[in-house]
C-alpha cells in the first residue's frame, strides 16, 4: 500500500478513508477533544497522500531523499496520527494515548513527542513557510525530496499563507505541494462567507502558483491531481479539494469544529462508517 511496497488499488482508498474516520471520532471520545469537523474532512486527503503519492519509508522515515509532509492545520492532527499508524509508521495501539498528559501524541503535534513528525504545528499559517524554506535549503545543498503541506481554507486568512505563496513562487519551488482542505467551515463560521466568496485556486494563481481544485470526497480525482504533480514547470503546484466531514450529522455543521462526541454519537458514527477503529481491530 506504499511507493515502497508498490501502487495501491485506488478501490481500497475509501475503505481506508473510513477506517480513519472511525479511529478519529474513537479518539475524540477517548480523549475528551478532537477538532472533529477538521479532522474527518481532511482523512481522505491524508490516504490519498500518504497510501499513493508521498515517498516514505516507514522503516526509514527520516531518510535523505525523502518526501516531507507538514500538517499546517495543526488542530486536526487526530487523523495525521490515524494515518501514521495505517502506514506503519506509528504503532497502532500508541492512538490510545491520543490527548494523554505526558504522551506521545498530544492533540496538537508536536516533534519533541512524535520526533517522525517533520514539524511542530498548531499556529495556523506557518507550515507552508517552513515547508518552502526546508525545499530551498535542499536545493542549496543538491538534495533531493518534494514537500506536501495540508492547510485549512480558513487558516488561508493568514496573511503569512501568501508570504510563502509569494517566495515559493520568487523561487520557481516546483517540488512543493499545497494542498488545501476546503470543507467550508472556520472556528465561528462558514469560510466562505468570512472569506467574502472569492475562489482560493484563483489566488494561488495570482500568487505566480500553478492550482487545481477537486473533488476532495473522489479519491480518484485526488490521486489523479497529485500524478499531475508539478502541474507547470518551475511553479509549486496547489490542490484546492472540497471535501466534508464524511458523517452525516456532522457534515456542515460549525459546532463539530470543537463539540466532543458522546457515547450515542460515537455509536451513531462508527455505524454509519461501518469500519472499526485502528487501535481497537482484533488482529492488534
Not at 494561488?204 to 502558483?209: D, E, I, K, L
Not at 466531514?245 to 463539530?256: K, P, Q, R
Request: one cysteine or more; a neutral charge; glycine letters at 10%.
Amino acid at each position: 500500500m506504499t511507493r515502497y511496497g508498490g501502487r495501491p488499488d485506488l478501490r481500497e482508498l475509501p475503505r481506508l478513508e473510513r477506517e480513519v474516520r472511525a479511529t478519529c471520532v474513537q479518539m475524540a471520545y477517548d480523549g475528551k477533544e478532537g477538532h472533529l469537523s477538521s479532522s474527518l474532512s481532511q482523512a481522505g486527503l491524508l490516504v490519498a497522500l500518504y497510501h499513493a503519492w508521498l515517498r516514505i519509508d516507514p522503516a526509514r522515515p527520516k531518510a535523505a531523499g525523502r518526501d516531507r509532509f507538514f500538517l499546517s492545520k495543526g488542530h486536526a492532527c487526530a487523523s495525521l496520527y490515524a494515518v501514521l499508524a495505517q502506514r506503519g509508521l506509528l504503532p497502532r495501539q500508541a492512538l490510545r494515548e491520543y490527548n494523554r498528559a505526558g504522551g506521545a501524541l498530544p492533540s496538537h503535534p508536536c516533534l519533541h513527542a512524535l520526533p517522525l513528525l517533520e514539524i511542530s504545528s498548531g499556529s495556523l499559517g506557518q507550515s507552508l513557510g517552513v515547508a518552502a524554506g526546508v525545499l530551498y535549503g535542499l536545493r542549496l545543498k543538491g538534495e533531493a525530496g518534494r514537500a506536501a503541506v495540508l492547510l485549512g481554507d480558513g487558516e488561508c486568512n493568514e496573511g503569512s499563507v501568501w508570504e510563502a505563496a509569494m517566495f515559493a513562487a520568487a523561487h520557481g519551488l516546483d517540488r512543493l505541494l499545497a494542498v488545501v482542505d476546503y470543507n467550508g467551515l472556520q472556528a465561528v463560521g462558514r469560510s466562505d462567507e468570512l472569506m467574502g466568496h472569492t475562489r482560493l485556486e484563483e489566488k494561488f494563481r495570482a500568487f505566480g502558483w500553478a492550482a487545481r481544485e477537486v473533488d476532495g470526497t473522489d479519491l480518484r480525482e485526488v490521486v489523479a491531481a497529485l500524478d499531475a504533480v508539478p502541474f507547470a514547470p518551475g511553479r509549486p503546484s496547489a490542490i484546492v479539494a472540497r471535501t466534508r466531514a464524511g458523517v452525516s450529522f456532522m457534515d456542515g455543521n460549525v459546532l463539530w469544529h470543537y463539540r466532543r462526541p458522546s457515547a450515542e454519537d460515537l455509536a451513531a458514527a462508527l455505524a454509519e462508517l461501518g469500519e472499526r477503529p485502528l487501535h481497537l481491530r482484533d488482529d492488534l
